[in-house]
């Protein structure tokens, strides 16, 4: 019996007693208000994403015990993104998850972007946070220049988010990951904080060790978009990672370096002045202009036309090309993750193809998230080739490229099954393990039996997994029901059971691999599964359990719709 069965056998057995909540006095009529509607967890298929979906089967077998009924719904990814992006009224909460990119290793993302009250309609925010007090914080820190202050601003905005609980934090996984020693140099992988070696740096240092010259990694999930304005997913962002270039990257150590701008310099708090290298090209042979790069920057703050990334140029007052090799940006207030948040994460686009675009944009319903290049062009380290829907992504390096690959070419391959994952690996047919969920034991034991093939890395993810609660609709625009949801949820149980040991259980959105910004006083308040505490808190709050129904508190009335 594996780790995974002996946990799950040993929760179902806690789920044998359900403990009354209110007692007998609760079941007068007029004690209480409505029952609550049935509510429906939206999660992804088992197959596509078994860690996440056996957390969602644990979590709403505690949230059972509270009187609630729950109902599970798989749906595909990308149906499931359309609901929860772009349907926000509609739906009442999610599994959903915050992939660590390196951009991210600064919390401001993760901070102002995620919760902050000016990107509800469209944004991060898809929850629908809305805390004056906490958007002060985040507003705070963004702006704050000097490290400690701003440690300390941010450790403050964990402390809220802990109070008010508009997700149920669940877990930050830790990344296992292995390569093929006998197809790359061992000592030419790179290894990144809070990646590990899924990341920019190595797929552009992987030297070849004989024939075979293609890095080729798995996908557990299809690529939804290849476009500069939208990353909807974890494999989308390593494609644009590597097809488009920034202005600066974030570095192996998780601090920001020039890339596409050769220096990088501020005068004064507000202005920040890049230098661009020469000789950039786009994949099309046409070269990277300043132009181009002033257009990458203003193009998402056109109207609504880039949600994702509108957010990340607000605070650009202006961006001019001051002549043909420096861009000046001028900024409306100091912005100490500038470097991070937004000049190593915005694509440098080409105007040429992408100004028509957007205007066409302007006069349809869609925005720019919508638009499918028949052939994506950057100018990064690598060019496209092709993709097939469900099967795989194929890059080849580009050999104009200051930093040209080691590799020949970059080929995803999308093998949703864990098993097929493994095979495929011993098998040759993959040469990098980028992305997987099973039991990391086999991993491990296939190690062992071929130790001069396979290398393999761990590192805890700037990311995290959660429960996503849709704060505009009731019960979950109660602050006290979202703690007590959130206090029943046993996150050691699900880091055993569903991500097979392979997680850390999470309080807060700031990684524990990000530890000058993560509050530790958070970790040590992890909610472990506490029932009778979640049930305490339900009855403080007014709510009563009769004949089996968690109701409203008294007089409050269900006026919600169901989500169908």
Same mark, same amino acid.
């Given at each position: 019996?594996?780790?995974?069965?002996?946990?799950?056998?040993?929760?179902?057995?806690?789920g044998l007693s359900r403990l009354p909540l209110g007692g007998a006095s609760a079941q007068a009529q007029g004690a209480q208000g409505d029952a =609550?509607?049935?509510?429906?967890?939206?999660?992804?298929?088992?197959?596509?994403?078994?860690?996440?979906?056996?957390?969602?089967?644990?979590?709403?077998?505690?949230?059972?015990?509270?009187?609630?009924?729950?109902?599970?719904?798989?749906?595909?990814?990308?149906?499931?993104?359309?609901?929860? @992006?772009?349907?926000?009224?509609?739906?009442?909460?999610?599994?959903?998850?915050?992939?660590? !990119?390196?951009?991210?290793?600064?919390?401001?993302?993760?901070?102002?972007?995620?919760?902050?009250?000016?990107?509800?309609?469209?944004?991060?925010?898809?929850?629908?946070?809305?805390?004056?007090? +906490?958007?002060?914080?985040?507003?705070?820190?963004?702006?704050?220049?000097?490290?400690?202050?701003? $440690?300390?601003?941010?450790?403050?905005?964990?402390?809220?988010?802990?109070?008010?609980?508009? +997700?149920?934090?669940?877990?930050?996984?830790?990344?296992?990951?292995?390569?093929?020693?006998?197809?790359?140099?061992?000592?030419?992988?790179?290894?990144? #904080?809070?990646?590990?070696?899924?990341?920019?740096?190595?797929?552009?240092?992987?030297?070849?060790?004989?024939?075979?010259?293609?890095?080729?990694?798995?996908?557990?999930?299809?690529?939804?978009?290849?476009?500069?304005?939208?990353?909807?997913?974890?494999?989308?962002? @390593?494609?644009?990672?590597?097809?488009?270039?920034?202005?600066?990257?974030?570095?192996?150590?998780?601090?920001?370096?020039?890339?596409?701008?050769?220096?990088?310099?501020?005068?004064? *708090?507000?202005?920040?002045?890049?230098?661009?290298?020469?000789?950039?090209?786009?994949?099309?042979?046409?070269?990277?202009?300043?132009?181009?790069?002033?257009?990458?920057?203003?193009?998402?703050?056109?109207?609504?036309?880039?949600?994702?990334?509108?957010?990340?140029?607000?605070?650009?007052?202006?961006?001019?090309?001051?002549?043909?090799?420096?861009?000046?940006?001028?900024?409306?207030?100091?912005? #100490? #993750?500038?470097?991070?948040?937004?000049?190593?994460?915005?694509?440098?686009?080409?105007?040429?193809?992408?100004?028509?675009?957007?205007?066409? +944009?302007?006069? !349809?319903?869609?925005?720019?998230?919508?638009?499918?290049?028949?052939?994506?062009?950057?100018?990064?380290? +690598?060019?496209?080739?092709?993709?097939?829907?469900?099967?795989?992504?194929?890059?080849?390096?580009?050999?104009?490229?200051? *930093?040209?690959?080691?590799?020949?070419?970059?080929?995803?391959?999308?093998?949703?099954?864990?098993?097929?994952?493994?095979?495929?690996?011993?098998?040759?047919? =993959?040469?990098?393990?980028?992305?997987?969920?099973?039991?990391?034991?086999?991993?491990?034991?296939?190690?062992?039996?071929?130790?001069?093939?396979?290398?393999?890395? &761990?590192?805890?993810?700037?990311?995290?997994?959660?429960?996503?609660?849709?704060?505009?609709?009731?019960?979950?625009?109660?602050?006290?029901?979202?703690?007590?949801?959130?206090?029943?949820?046993?996150?050691?149980?699900?880091?055993?059971?569903?991500?097979?040991?392979?997680?850390?259980?999470?309080?807060?959105?700031?990684?524990? #691999?990000?530890?000058?910004?993560?509050?530790?006083?958070?970790?040590?308040?992890?909610?472990?599964?506490?029932?009778?505490?979640?049930?305490?808190?339900? $009855? &403080?709050?007014?709510?009563?359990?009769?004949?089996?129904?968690?109701?409203?508190?008294?007089?409050?009335?269900?006026?919600?719709?169901?989500?169908?």
């Open positions: 019996m594996n780790r995974r069965a002996i946990l799950l056998a040993a929760s179902a057995l806690t =609550i509607r049935p509510l429906v967890l939206i999660t992804r298929p088992q197959a596509a994403a078994p860690a996440a979906y056996q957390a969602a089967e644990l979590i709403a077998q505690e949230w059972r015990k509270l009187g609630l009924q729950i109902e599970l719904r798989p749906l595909p990814n990308q149906q499931m993104s359309q609901v929860v @992006w772009y349907e926000r009224q509609r739906w009442d909460f999610t599994m959903w998850q915050m992939v660590g !990119r390196p951009e991210r290793g600064d919390p401001d993302e993760m901070v102002y972007n995620l919760l902050h009250s000016a990107n509800i309609a469209t944004g991060y925010n898809f929850v629908g946070y809305n805390n004056p007090a +906490y958007d002060r914080l985040a507003e705070a820190q963004r702006s704050e220049m000097d490290q400690a202050r701003r $440690q300390a601003l941010v450790r403050q905005v964990q402390e809220v988010v802990n109070q008010d609980q508009p +997700y149920a934090f669940l877990v930050h996984p830790v990344n296992l990951q292995a390569f093929n020693k006998q197809v790359f140099v061992e000592s030419s992988a790179v290894n990144q #904080a809070g990646l590990g070696i899924r990341n920019f740096w190595n797929w552009i240092s992987l030297q070849p060790a004989g024939a075979q010259r293609d890095i080729i990694v798995n996908s557990t999930e299809p690529v939804k978009a290849t476009n500069p304005f939208y990353v909807s997913g974890a494999p989308d962002s @390593w494609v644009t990672d590597l097809v488009w270039d920034r202005m600066m990257r974030v570095g192996p150590d998780g601090l920001p370096q020039p890339w596409a701008a050769e220096k990088v310099e501020q005068p004064d *708090a507000l202005t920040i002045i890049c230098t661009m290298r020469d000789g950039m090209a786009f994949h099309n042979g046409y070269p990277v202009t300043t132009e181009d790069v002033v257009f990458s920057f203003e193009a998402p703050g056109v109207g609504n036309e880039s949600p994702m990334y509108r957010p990340f140029v607000q605070n650009i007052a202006s961006v001019v090309a001051t002549d043909a090799k420096t861009v000046r940006f001028t900024l409306k207030r100091p912005d #100490a #993750a500038f470097r991070i948040a937004v000049l190593a994460k915005l694509n440098i686009v080409q105007k040429k193809t992408w100004a028509p675009v957007l205007a066409e +944009y302007q006069n !349809r319903p869609e925005n720019l998230e919508s638009y499918v290049e028949e052939r994506p062009v950057g100018s990064g380290p +690598y060019r496209f080739v092709r993709s097939r829907v469900n099967e795989e992504v194929v890059l080849e390096a580009n050999p104009n490229h200051w *930093a040209k690959p080691k590799a020949d070419r970059w080929i995803m391959r999308i093998i949703t099954n864990t098993e097929a994952t493994l095979g495929a690996f011993r098998r040759g047919e =993959i040469n990098v393990l980028a992305d997987y969920f099973g039991d990391p034991d086999l991993v491990k034991e296939m190690a062992a039996q071929l130790p001069r093939m396979i290398a393999v890395k &761990e590192e805890v993810d700037i990311g995290f997994q959660f429960v996503g609660m849709n704060l505009r609709r009731a019960p979950f625009s109660d602050a006290a029901f979202r703690r007590a949801l959130s206090a029943a949820v046993n996150r050691e149980m699900m880091a055993g059971a569903a991500w097979n040991g392979q997680a850390v259980p999470a309080n807060s959105m700031v990684s524990p #691999a990000l530890a000058a910004w993560h509050d530790e006083g958070i970790a040590g308040r992890v909610p472990g599964g506490n029932l009778a505490g979640a049930q305490r808190l339900l $009855q &403080e709050a007014g709510y009563r359990v009769v004949n089996g129904r968690l109701h409203y508190p008294a007089g409050v009335r269900e006026t919600t719709t169901p989500f169908q």
